[in-house]
């Protein structure tokens, strides 16, 4: 019996509905950074003071870079994927996808250690 595959190739169907389909969920999660961002302004606004506040919205735009240079990583990562599976090479897909999950857990840890290490530079 043969293996059904749970791929959704975007080269097959409605253009856009795929470009939709890919779109919504970025739109969605740069919506949730920016609300993230609005609610601890309010939150620090009335509940510390204007010293409080100052920091965490200077702080915002660090925190958006850092999610902006991972959304770049990971948009990167998925056209070398996606190239992989647009070939049928399962085995260079498997490649491409291990390769970055590794790359981004290792990323993740540097970019967390020099964050925390550099914090006070950084907010200076």
């Known amino acids: 019996m043969a293996k059904q595959s749970s791929i959704q190739l975007m080269t097959k169907g409605s253009i856009a509905k795929q470009i939709i389909g890919y ?11 920016q609300l993230y961002n609005t609610v601890d302004a309010l939150i620090v606004g009335n509940f ?9 919205t200077s702080v915002g735009s660090l925190v958006f870079l ?3 240079f991972f959304n770049g990583f990971a948009t990167g990562a998925s056209v070398i994927v996606a190239n992989a ?5 399962e085995e260079r897909t498997k490649k491409a996808v291990y390769t970055t999950a590794t790359f981004g857990i ?4 540097i970019m967390t250690v020099s964050g925390y290490a550099l914090t006070d530079q950084m907010l200076i």
Do not use: E, T
């Open 48 to 56: 510390l003071g204007q010293n409080a506040l100052a920091a965490v």
């Open 23 to 33: 779109a919504v969920p970025i739109f969605i999660g740069y919506l949730f950074q």
């Open 106 to 109: 290792i990323l993740g840890l």
């Open 66 to 68: 850092f999610v902006g």
């Open 85 to 89: 599976i647009g070939a049928q090479d």
